[in-house]
T-cell receptor, first 111, second 113 residues
Framework: QQKVQQSPESLIVPEGGMASLNCTSS?????YFWWYRQHSGKSPKMLM?????GEKEEGRFTVHLNKASLHTSLHIRDSQPSDSALYLC???????????FGTGTTVSVSP | DTTVKQNPRYKLARVGKPVNLICSQT?????MYWYQKKPNQAPKLLLF???????READTFEKFQSSRPNNSFCSLYIGSAGLEYSAMYLC????????????FGEGSKLTVL
């Protein structure tokens, strides 16, 4: 059973629009969430992390976390063609040293 | 320098033959990981080294071996490749201060025929 579920599988966003991605863990021991971005042909790179309930903003990217429901979301405002990529959500437990990844959401920003 | 290097980038292997993949990092990270990535699937954690301690996932315990001769290098060894081993193998490293920030290599694409 996949412990980290992401939705939607893919998303087409117009340039300048808002992209919203979701991620939920089915493991009640999960405490921390990360978002990674992988451009085509490249390796994944960490985008943002969130450990506490609430919201965290970095530039055009905002992450929300609801620890009670183990749900996190990533929002990209004013989407640019360079945001086209696979977005991977990852989770770990407190004290855990390894990340468990979801299958990802492919975002395509259309000019 | 935040570089993780993997060799080879592409590997063609015959069924039943061994495969050895190499990873190196120059960031003095204490933890190194190996993930297996198949199309449309999540990267699957195979094993990781914390310092010299190897942790292998239960469902892949017998399929993959690894060694870490020093802090910078880590290998992934398949004793007898099967068709199901065809995948991208991603190596990553992280430091104790920020265990969630993994630095990934470009990957080694293994094709088993």
């Amino acid at each position: 059973q996949q412990k980290v579920q992401q939705s939607p599988e893919s998303l087409i966003v117009p340039e300048g629009g808002m992209a919203s991605l979701n991620c939920t863990s089915s493991d009640r021991n999960v405490d921390y969430f990360w978002w990674y971005r992988q451009h085509s042909g490249k390796s994944p790179k960490m985008l943002m992390s969130i450990f506490s309930n609430g919201e965290k903003e970095e530039g055009r990217f905002t992450v929300h976390l609801n620890k009670a429901s183990l749900h996190t979301s990533l929002h990209i405002r004013d989407s640019q063609p360079s945001d086209s990529a696979l977005y991977l959500c990852a989770a770990s437990t407190q004290g855990g040293r390894a990340l468990i990844f979801g299958t990802g959401t492919t975002v395509s920003v259309s000019p | 320098d935040t570089t993780v290097k993997q060799n080879p980038r592409y590997k063609l292997a015959r069924v039943g033959k061994p495969v050895n993949l190499i990873c190196s990092q120059t960031m003095n990270h204490d933890t190194m990981y190996w993930y297996q990535k198949k199309p449309n699937q999540a990267p699957k954690l195979l094993l990781f080294y914390y310092d010299k301690i190897l942790n292998r996932e239960a469902d892949t315990f017998e399929k993959f071996q690894s060694s870490r001769p020093n802090n910078s290098f880590c290998s992934l060894y398949i004793g007898s490749a099967g068709l199901e081993y065809s995948a991208m193998y991603l190596c990553a490293s992280s430091s104790l201060r920020n265990t969630g920030q993994l630095y990934f290599g470009e990957g080694s694409k293994l094709t088993v025929l």
